[in-house]
């Protein structure tokens, strides 16, 4: 197979989530041709089966072929961000903003590295910034109803995951967002009902089973909450949730 062939079947396959085929199939690329996009692909594959380290090495190789490659910069931001090194990840993310200020998801992203660092006012400032270049971005909208939850402005958070919805029906994270909110608030009926409407929109996402394992342990419907913890288990791998794993799997043993 040429080069552009086997990126072609390396990207199908990621896209079908066989990442090991992936993995395969872009390191012949690799062996034919160095390029950004095969080493971005190769990352993406490498951190779809865990492999850290390697994904951050291959990012690496890709931004040294071409340094401002807007792609590359936000996958690096993403893994930084995941592996909880704050510091890299908003290097990343500004450097794409000097590279293109008028790049919204870049501001938000800074603005979740900024919220996760507990710097909620820069964090704000920096969604809003998003707002300001796209107001219809559901990943904005998101991002600053998580901002609110953590000022504790919990109804201008419940009105920027609604804001969310209406911009995207199906969006699944805002359905999320707002069912945790919900929870938070003993609105449970309500709370269940964004969390299934989530989850019907992207079964994949680990939170919702949380949310609804809470939800149905508040109410002693004790099976239904063990098996969406066992589900919540099965679906977060990430490094930076291994508190919450840990205690989701006590909290298992004793139902």
Request: a negative charge; hydrophobic letters at 40%; glycine letters at 6%.
């Amino acid at each position: 197979m040429t080069f552009d062939q086997l990126l072609d079947k390396g990207r199908t396959a990621l896209e079908e989530g066989d990442s090991k085929s992936a993995l395969q199939t872009l390191q012949q690329a690799l062996k034919q041709q160095q390029s950004a996009e095969a080493w971005l692909l190769m990352a993406e594959a490498e951190m779809e089966e865990g492999l850290l380290v390697r994904a951050r090495k291959s990012l690496d190789r890709g931004l040294e072929l071409e340094p401002e490659n807007i792609d590359l910069l936000y996958a690096l931001g993403d893994l930084s961000l995941e592996e909880e090194r704050g510091a890299e990840a908003l290097q990343a993310f500004e450097r794409i903003i000097a590279l293109e200020p008028a790049e919204s998801d870049a501001w938000v992203s800074k603005a979740m590295v900024q919220l996760n660092s507990a710097e909620i006012a820069d964090a704000e400032e920096s969604c809003r910034q998003a707002l300001t270049l796209d107001q219809q971005s559901v990943f904005a909208w998101n991002a600053l109803g998580d901002i609110c939850v953590a000022a504790g402005r919990e109804d201008e958070a419940r009105s920027c995951f609604q804001q969310a919805i209406e911009l995207e029906p199906d969006d699944p994270q805002a359905y999320l967002s707002l069912g945790d909110l919900l929870y938070e608030s003993g609105e449970l009926k309500e709370a269940e009902a964004a969390c299934l409407k989530g989850l019907e929109q992207d079964a994949g996402l680990p939170m919702g089973y949380l949310t609804l394992g809470n939800i149905y342990l508040d109410q002693d419907r004790h099976r239904e909450a063990s098996e969406n913890f066992r589900q919540f288990l099965r679906l977060e791998k990430s490094p930076s949730a291994k508190q919450i794993r840990d205690e989701v799997s006590a909290l298992l043993e004793g139902l």
